[in-house]
Every structure is written in C-alpha cells, then in structure tokens.
T-cell receptor, first 114, second 113 residues
Framework: DSGVTQTPKHLITATGQRVTLRCSPR?????VYWYQQSLDQGLQFLIQ???????AKGNILERFSAQQFPDLHSELNLSSLELGDSALYFC?????????????FGPGTRLLVL | GEDVEQSLFLSVREGDSSVINCTYT??????LYWYKQEPGAGLQLLTY?????DMKQDQRLTVLLNKKDKHLSLRIADTQTGDSAIYFC?????????????FGKGTHLIIQP
C-alpha cells in the first residue's frame, strides 16, 4: 500500500459525458501527478500540482482539467468524453515539487467510455 | 522515437535470474526508476538509481546504470512466480523545472515453472 488513494476504482460512462476522478496523496506529500495508461499510448504524464498550484503540464487534452485543493487532495475532470479516453488513470504523489523526488502511485481509476 | 525503450516480453525459468533492459535518450536524466505492475493493480516502486551511480543492490534486485550508453538494467535474482508482472523503466529529468516521469512501454516478465 503506497498511501495514495484514488476513487472511484472503476467508472463506466457514455460518450459526451463528464467525470471527476479523485486522489488523496500520501500524508506529508505536497505534489500530485496525474498519469494516463492506455494500451496504445502506454503511461503518459498529464499534469502536476504542487501545494495547490499547477507546476507542470504533459500530454493533457484541453477537455481535461485538474485542481488541487487546500487539503492537498486533487481532482481530475474529464469532459466531452470519447471512446479513446477509456484508460487507467493513475495519481502519484511526492514530497517536493521539483519532479525529481520519488513518486508513489495510487491503485488507479479504470475508466470505460461506451 | 520513444524516449525510453524496453523489450515487450521476457520469459525465464523459476529460480533463474531475470535481466530486464531499458535504454533512454535524455542525458540530463537525474533519477531512473523501476516500477512493477501486477495484473489489475497500480504501480509499485521497486527501486531507483541516481544518475551518478553505477550500481545499486537491494535484496534480490540489482540495478546497473551505464550512463555512457544510456542503458539501465534490472536484475532479479532467483526469480519466483510472484515476480510475474510488467516492469516499467522510467526517468525523471533535471533542468530546473518539474516534470512527470517518462515511462517505457513496460516489459512483461513471464515465469516458466
């Protein structure tokens, strides 16, 4: 158990819909990262927040957005969903914000768009 | 091409050593990681190595880094059925800014009895 929690574990929805994925980092960690794992693209970095502020952006679509709240939990919002958004979404956390600290991953949220 | 490359599959016999290889292209990589993903599970951090090190040993795991060739390997001694999983190599880069990890596609480790 990494100490990072994610909810829900599974999510099934329809195209065009919007969903919110939630992540709670390990106690004491200030950074939260979001990753997408799909069969064709592999594991891709989406976005990072550090202490409430956006710190780095990866291959995140404009339809996707994230935020980190004062209690340090984070939410990833996916809107206008398409079939290709079906994937496993991971959250990771680390102590600092440089991106060089070890990242601990949550169990993931499996999203299926029908 | 990809930033981090790994073979897709590796098959070994139980009790033998497994060696999973990875090549990366960014010479500014600061830390290199090995993560393990079991079926239906998240990513478990196995070990990592700082780029100024050549080797790191942790129980059954040995990481070797050849910075000149940008080659990283993970050796698992006395491979057991519980080691069956996908192993991901990942790099984090320096450069003053934060960034996410860059992952390889993962190597499926298959254990033969």
């Amino acid at each position: 158990d990494s100490g990072v929690t994610q909810t829900p574990k599974h999510l099934i929805t329809a195209t065009g819909q919007r969903v919110t994925l939630r992540c709670s980092p390990r106690s004491g960690d200030l950074s939260v990262y979001w990753y997408q794992q799909s069969l064709d693209q592999g594991l891709q970095f989406l976005i990072q927040y550090y202490n409430g502020e956006e710190r780095a952006k990866g291959n995140i679509l404009e339809r996707f957005s994230a935020q980190q709240f004062p209690d340090l939990h984070s939410e990833l919002n996916l809107s206008s969903l398409e079939l290709g958004d079906s994937a496993l979404y991971f959250c990771a956390s680390s102590v600092g914000g440089t991106g060089l600290e070890t990242q601990y991953f949550g169990p993931g949220t499996r999203l299926l768009v029908l | 091409g990809e930033d981090v490359e790994q073979s897709l599959f590796l098959s070994v016999r139980e009790g033998d050593s497994s060696v999973i290889n990875c090549t990366y292209t960014d010479s500014s990589s600061t830390y290199l990681y090995w993560y393990k993903q079991e079926p239906g599970a998240g990513l478990q951090l196995l070990t990592y190595i700082f780029s100024n090190m050549d080797m790191k040993q942790d129980q059954r795991l040995t990481v070797l880094l050849n910075k000149k060739d940008k080659h990283l390997s993970l050796r698992i001694a006395d491979t057991q059925t519980g080691d069956s999983a996908i192993y991901f190599c990942a790099e984090s880069r320096s450069g003053g800014g934060a960034d996410g990890l860059t992952f390889g596609k993962g190597t499926h480790l298959i254990i033969q009895p």
